[in-house]
């Protein structure tokens, strides 16, 4: 039984196969976490461009409808506390100037 996270990425229907084989794993263990942030999904995308500035090809279906939809929703929800947070604060700087 493997051990460590690394060999848990090679297994293949319970066997490990064996790591001088051509096969790579195609999602990352970086794909398969949910982003709970604006910094974690900013920097799992700075280390998807990295990967294709090396070279790595990305297919078009690469990110599953799910991750999208994940990516989504964080952007989303740090656009909707900004706009809660500047409607809070708007009338204050109105009545500041007045």
Request: proline fraction near 5%.
């Amino acid at each position: 039984m493997p051990k460590g996270l690394g060999d848990r990425l090679w297994m293949k229907l319970g066997e490990p196969c064996s790591k001088s084989s051509d096969i790579i794993p195609v999602q990352s263990i970086v794909a398969k976490l949910r982003p709970r942030g604006l910094i974690k999904v900013i920097s799992t995308i700075e280390y998807y461009h990295a990967q294709e500035k090396r070279g790595v090809i990305l297919s078009t279906g690469f990110f599953t409808l799910k991750q999208k939809i994940e990516y989504f929703e964080v952007g989303f929800r740090g656009a909707f506390v900004s706009g809660l947070i500047t409607a809070m604060i708007t009338p204050l700087a109105i009545a500041e100037n007045r």
